[in-house]
């Protein structure tokens, strides 16, 4: 037999499941599932999404069969809800609902009120007694459909929505309405024909009257908007593959705009924002679906807990209609129980009756994330396990990230209230647009995206924003729904800004304040709160929640972490953060910035030196200078291991470009400013970062080498003499193969015995290399004979191994990603099939020699979830990171472990 293609749901039975979402889409499995478990869901069916597939691979068009399948299950639809779809006397309206295995907010379509036509309006008009409704329903058909089937599925894309949308205000303004609920039966009636009319000439097709055609048309509309733009680059920013394709839901409508027994709503089971076990929503009554999320109207709180300063004196539906309610709280708890999770749910009450229509896992900051795993585990509603799993580590980010300095904020300008959607705070420049947003941070700028209210096509804007703004829409709005998802502070529906993008600028109503384009912001958007200029931001302090949780995540960890660190209070941080040691140690560190004026100027001293005596002399002059960094370092790590690198940038890099510098120098050294600048000349490279830096400089200058391992065992036979317990490890940058580490060896072991002589003491240290070179990979069996242990840096070996350059891939990397060239930008994620290669091969050959070989990587990937999961797949013993990736590190660790 052919593949079921239609899974039929409704009356408490279902053909499917909430298993099935890589068939039925989440949204359709999910409506399974409610069904099972005996809620009040609409019957309907659900088209599978390989038909999505097969849509796509036939050319757009639907498989063979298929629409006499969907008119069969129809059957069963319309004997479930006794009626008759297309019949004039008693006609069933449907909706056609998209539906990928994943949530894609409003990113792909969905069309409602599906067979109202001229033969069934007089049907529905005669059944409800209410001509309002039904004439606003079949204007909402007319221009979804508009919108959706005959414009954009056809890839015409000439705003026929804009045009509608445009028809109605005006007819409102000329009229004198306020609101969309003033307009009477007739007003919508003749709204609907002029609707007719402007499709045809815009269009240039009438609007079909059959329902049959309305139903299929809108079934491939659907399919169609998997790959309209808002939707594939929702996916770009997800990782969704293109090929898992949408289903399609046929549902029975019914309707929350039947007027004031009637309403729409959203609600979350728990407080999405911070996790709190309350239940959270927004309702509206007398309207129909889209209308909670749009932010057309202020929506209602849910309850008492729902309850703010926007919408305190509107009525909740617990207030309301408490019977109703009462029974969506009972719903509540069977979801949660069934689905051990917080769930986002919509909601219809027709006529006082309650309708369930979509459930899904919801959306959370990582504050949610983070208290609600707690919270559920403490319920017993989760194991640890499951815990561990339900905080993406990328979400811990937000708990480290940055709050407003609150003596700062008590000072500051506050310009507008509104809803605290997304957490934590950002300070930018005001843009109006999301191309803007996205040009200006290409540019590197940080930018608060300020907007009326936002929609899917803004989503790259909001992407790169650091911050969003806006004048419209509820906490369910979508810039609230996408900015929970990725963390990202926001403010939604700040109502005293008056957005007028157009003109690139807003105003604070009531005050003669004007926002424009470029003005520095700053939001909170913890509480709500914007301000002008650039409030002071604060790292925000750990909470005992925050260490609770990542005490379970080391239960399950099995890979090491450690910390990339240049000073003594980076590695103390990178400790309260739980890393297990530094894995990346640049000596270098320490001739730039604060505090390098005197070790650089001796620098300079022995990179212009003119024979050995005069280097000899400035590298003994720099040596305490070295010594008593790693020893700071090392007391911070005390009893943790500490890798330092030995010297890696090109040394030109350090050479005095400006005439009061070399003037200074050549004083110093007693010779002309003339002779300083020739010989700086004398160092320049045309490729630098292939040129002659790192073991190679040690190679040509052996006293480099050997003043910086004298500096450490120095460094450690001190401690070691104050009862300390250091643990260096040398680490040897950009070799290529096993000669140049015997070489170094022999420098690392005569300072060795020279330091334990000298101090009557016993060091112990282990030697390695980093390995950066695609050649060092496949050499490295012989480099393991000298080396105990490796370090891939990561930045490096991706460069050497792409040929591309970090500092200049920006210009052309976006174009690679959008062409499809690169799945990931490889200098955030491991590249697994080249670079992550390479790291195959070179743990395998130096693991051959050396089967006890420590192995680690230091590189920006340390602490990207994707590649600690490479890593652990490569039987890598630890990864090393910044300071403040270490608890996202842990996680993955963790996580990768109990996949
Ligand atoms: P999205 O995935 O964008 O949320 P939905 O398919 O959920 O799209 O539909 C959009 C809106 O229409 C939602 O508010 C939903 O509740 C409402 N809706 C969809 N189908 C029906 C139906 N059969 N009856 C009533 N409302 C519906
Ligand atoms: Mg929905
Ligand atoms: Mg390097």
Redesign the pocket.
């Known amino acids: 037999m052919d593949k079921k293609r239609i899974y039929l749901f409704g009356d408490k039975t279902a053909d499917g499941n909430e298993k099935m979402k890589e068939l039925l889409g989440g ?1 359709g499995a999910n409506l399974a599932g409610m069904c099972l478990l005996g809620l009040p869901v ?1 019957a ?1 069916l659900t088209i599978t999404t390989e038909c999505c597939n097969e849509y796509y691979s036939n050319n757009c068009q639907l498989p063979s069969g298929l629409m006499g399948e969907v008119w069969k299950g129809m059957e069963v639809v319309e004997k479930r809800m006794n009626m008759k779809y297309g019949d004039p006397d008693n006609p069933l309206l ?2 056609a ?3 990928a295995r994943t ?8 069309v ?1 009120n599906i067979g109202l036509c001229v033969a069934t309006l007089p049907g529905m008009i005669k059944k409800t007694n209410n001509p309002r409704f039904v004439y606003d329903s079949y204007r909402r058909l007319i221009m979804m459909y508009a919108d959706v089937v005959m414009d954009k599925a056809e890839g015409l894309d000439k705003g026929i929505r804009r045009s509608l949308d445009d028809m109605l205000e005006a007819y409102k303004e000329k009229r004198g309405y306020h609101s969309d609920t003033d307009l009477t039966a007739d007003d919508w009636k003749t709204l609907a024909e002029q609707f007719k009319a402007k499709i045809k000439e815009v269009l240039g097709t009438e609007f079909p009257d059959d329902p049959k055609v309305q139903l299929e048309g809108a079934i491939k509309a659907v399919f169609k908007s998997w790959d309209g733009k808002k939707a594939i680059s929702y996916r770009r920013i997800e990782g969704i593959p293109d090929d898992w394709g949408t289903a399609v ?1 046929v ?6 705009n039947m007027g004031d027994t009637s309403a ?1 709503g ?1 609600a979350f089971t728990r407080d999405p924002a911070v996790g709190t076990n309350v239940f959270y929503g927004e309702w509206l009554i007398n309207a ?3 209308d ?2 749009a932010g057309i109207r202020t929506p209602n709180p849910l309850n008492n807990d729902t309850k703010n300063e926007q919408n305190k004196h509107l009525h909740s539906l617990q207030e309301q209609m408490p019977d109703v309610y009462k029974e969506l709280v009972d719903i509540r708890s069977t979801l949660e129980k069934e689905f051990t999770d917080m769930l986002d749910i ?3 009450i027709q006529e006082h009756k309650l ?1 369930m ?2 459930c899904r896992v919801g959306k959370r900051t990582g504050t949610a994330a983070l208290n609600m795993a707690m919270d559920m585990l403490e319920e017993k509603l989760i194991d640890e396990k499951t815990a561990v799993k339900r905080v993406a580590p990328i979400q811990l980010d937000e708990l480290l990230h940055p709050i407003c300095d609150p003596a700062s904020e008590k000072e500051a300008k506050l310009l507008c209230k509104g809803l605290p959607a997304g957490p934590g705070a950002a300070v930018g420049k005001a843009v109006f647009s999301a191309e803007k947003a996205v040009e200006w941070t290409r540019r590197g700028e940080k930018v608060l995206l300020v907007r009326k209210e936002t929609n899917p096509e803004d989503v790259d804007g909001m992407r790169v924003s650091s911050g969003i703004l806006t004048s419209l829409g509820g906490m369910t709005s979508h810039a609230a729904l996408v900015a929970r998802g990725w963390g990202k502070c926001c403010i939604v529906g700040a109502g005293m800004l008056d957005v007028q993008e157009d003109k690139r600028l807003a105003y604070i109503k009531g005050t003669d304040i004007v926002i424009k384009e470029g003005d520095i912001l700053t939001l909170n958007g913890t509480k709500g709160h914007a301000y002008q200029g650039a409030l002071k931001l604060i790292e925000s302090s750990e909470n005992p929640r925050f260490q609770a949780f990542m005490k379970i995540v080391d239960k399950f960890r099995k890979m090491g972490v450690r910390t990339n660190a240049d000073t003594a209070e980076d590695a103390a941080i990178a400790r309260s953060f739980g890393a297990e040691g530094i894995g990346l140690f640049r000596t270098e560190h320490m001739f730039y910035g604060k505090g390098s004026d005197q070790p650089l100027f001796i620098l300079r001293k022995m990179i212009l030196s003119a024979n050995d005596e005069e280097r000899q002399n400035a590298i003994n002059e720099l040596e305490p200078f070295v010594r008593k960094d790693m020893k700071d370092t090392m007391i911070a790590m005390d009893g943790l291991p500490v890798t330092f690198r030995l010297l890696d940038p090109p040394l030109h890099e350090f050479a005095p470009q400006t005439p009061d510098k070399q003037e200074e120098i050549a004083k110093v050294l007693g010779i002309s400013v003339h002779e300083v600048v020739a010989r700086v000349n004398a160092l320049h490279e045309t490729n630098p970062m292939m040129g002659h830096r790192g073991v190679r400089l040690g190679i040509t200058y052996p006293a480099i080498t050997e003043m910086q391992v004298r500096a450490l065992f120095e460094a450690t036979a001190e401690l070691l003499k104050e009862g300390k317990s250091p643990k260096p490890e040398i680490m040897v940058p950009v070799t290529i193969g096993g000669r140049e580490l015997i070489i170094t060896r022999a420098t690392v072991d005569k300072i060795h015995s020279e330091v334990c002589q000298q101090f009557g003491v016993d060091i112990h240290f282990l030697y390695g290399t980093m390995i950066e070179i695609p050649r060092a990979c496949f050499l490295a069996d012989r480099m393991a004979k000298t080396a105990e242990f490796f370090s891939f840096g990561t930045n490096d070996l991706t460069q050497m191994t792409y040929g591309f350059s970090r500092d200049d891939a920006s210009t052309f990397l976006p174009d690679y990603l959008n062409k499809k060239i690169l799945d990931n930008d490889p200098f955030q994620t491991i590249d697994p099939k080249g670079v992550g290669e390479l790291i195959t091969i070179a743990c395998e050959r130096g693991r051959k020699t050396r089967p006890n070989l420590k192995i680690g990587i230091c590189g920006e990937q340390g602490g990207d979830p994707k590649s600690v999961q490479f890593c652990y797949k490569n039987g890598l013993n630890y990864v090393s990171c910044s300071p403040f990736r270490v608890p996202i590190a842990r996680l993955a660790a963790a996580q990768a472990a109990l996949e």
Do not use: H, W
Request: proline share 5%; hydrophobic share 40%.
């Open positions: 949204k609409p309907g449907v909706s609902r998209s539906g949530s894609m907010p409003g990113m792909m379509d969905t409602l839901t549902q029975a409508m019914v309707f929350g729409t959203v129909q679906g889209e909670v999320v919509e909601f219809t309708y229509l979509q």
